[in-house]
């Protein structure tokens, strides 16, 4: 089946600590993003890539870093710089950047311990 | 800049009642796209429709339909007969097809909607 996969499904960090959601996708889609979602509130974007080693900020990129280094993969890592890291984070694809549908994986809750 | 407002935090209605979640929105360019999304408990985003700002025919997939009037800057979503599992968070979004926005899909706050049995 095609699709996005997020993992894990749930995520604890301690204070001081980077950790990385990952994002798989295999429906060779170039273009991928990352969006948080806090309670109440829409969507809002992280990080998106529109192609392979090629990456933009969102509107909200701080304390935040990704790698492309594979089509499929657009791994997140939430540093310690980010100092309101509890969310819910969509990992997203399209087949291209722009006006294309955007189609979302399952999400990733971040809880800080 | 481009904005998308959903005014309906919350809506509940009882099983086979109507309902209609509202969209307005602003953008600049004269092309753009627009989008609902439904998100059920589970969290992840369905995506529901796709529309072009040239295309203002309304559409109608099932219970759901969708009526886009460029005049009022809206893109309203109707669902009729409303069931239980159509309870969940249905987000409004806008992608322009040009200029600093490009590539970018900016939500709505989104509507709660509840239906009871």
């Known amino acids: 089946d095609g699709g996005i996969t997020q993992s894990p499904k749930y995520l604890f960090r301690k204070e001081g600590q980077n950790v990385t959601l990952s994002c798989e996708q295999n429906?060779?889609?170039?273009?991928m993003y990352w969006y948080r979602q806090d309670p109440g509130q829409g969507l809002r974007l992280i990080y998106y890539?529109?192609?392979?080693?090629?990456?933009q900020k969102g509107d909200i990129a701080e304390g935040y870093s990704v790698s492309r280094e594979k089509k499929e993969s657009f791994p997140l890592t939430v540093t310690s710089a980010q100092k309101n890291p509890t969310a819910f984070y969509l990992c997203?694809?399209?087949?291209?950047?722009?006006?294309?549908?955007?189609?979302f994986g399952p999400g990733t809750r971040l809880l800080v311990l | 800049a481009q904005k998308v407002t959903q005014a309906q935090t919350e809506i509940s209605v009882v099983e086979k009642e109507d309902v209609t979640l509202d969209c307005v929105y602003e953008?600049?360019?004269?092309?753009?796209?627009l989008f609902w999304y439904k998100q059920p408990p589970s969290g992840e985003l369905v995506f529901l429709i796709r529309?072009?700002?040239?295309?203002?025919q309304n559409e109608i997939s099932g219970r759901y339909s969708w009526n886009f009037q460029k005049s009022t800057s809206s893109f309203n979503f109707t669902i009729t007969a409303s069931q239980v599992v159509d309870s969940a968070v249905y987000f409004c979004?806008?992608?322009?097809?040009?200029?600093?926005?490009?590539?970018?899909?900016?939500f709505g706050q989104g509507t709660i909607l509840t239906v009871h049995p």
């Open positions: 529309r072009n700002s040239f295309d203002e």
């Open positions: 429906l060779n889609h170039d273009a």
């Open positions: 953008t600049r360019d004269t092309t753009y796209y």
């Open positions: 979004a806008l992608s322009d097809a040009g200029g600093t926005s490009y590539g970018k899909l900016t």
């Open positions: 997203a694809s399209s087949i291209g950047l722009g006006i294309e549908t955007q189609y």
């Open positions: 890539s529109q192609i392979v080693n090629d990456f």
